[in-house]
């Protein structure tokens, strides 16, 4: 059984943390009784967390809630990267961006 790209992207997420699935549960506010399950059946694929419980995830991973769907790794990448810029940053690498398809563009 091949696991979801959100299951294989969260757990990497995680582990680049170094947190628990517990502990990333109860941070994202999932009740702490059934916290550890959740995650393990979330990073499984066997189920998928609603988008709500996805974005709350991304938040204490410092990652964008995209970064769980993007099915090109190289992507997925980019968006880490970004995520981590600040504002400003992040306004200069979209127009530098930009610049480059327009550039590029025959």
Known sequence: MKTSILARHLKEARLR???????????????????????????????????????????????TATYFYSDDDLEAEMLLEFARLKPQQKTETLEFIRQFVKNGVD
């Not at 998928?48 to 991304?58: D, E, F, N």
């Open 17 to 63: 943390l170094d947190v628990t699935q517990e502990k990333l549960s109860v941070l994202a506010g999932i009740d702490e009784f059934s916290a550890s399950a959740r995650m393990n059946q979330y990073e499984k694929g066997k189920h998928s967390p609603h988008y709500q419980i996805v974005t709350k995830l991304a938040s204490v991973l410092n990652v």
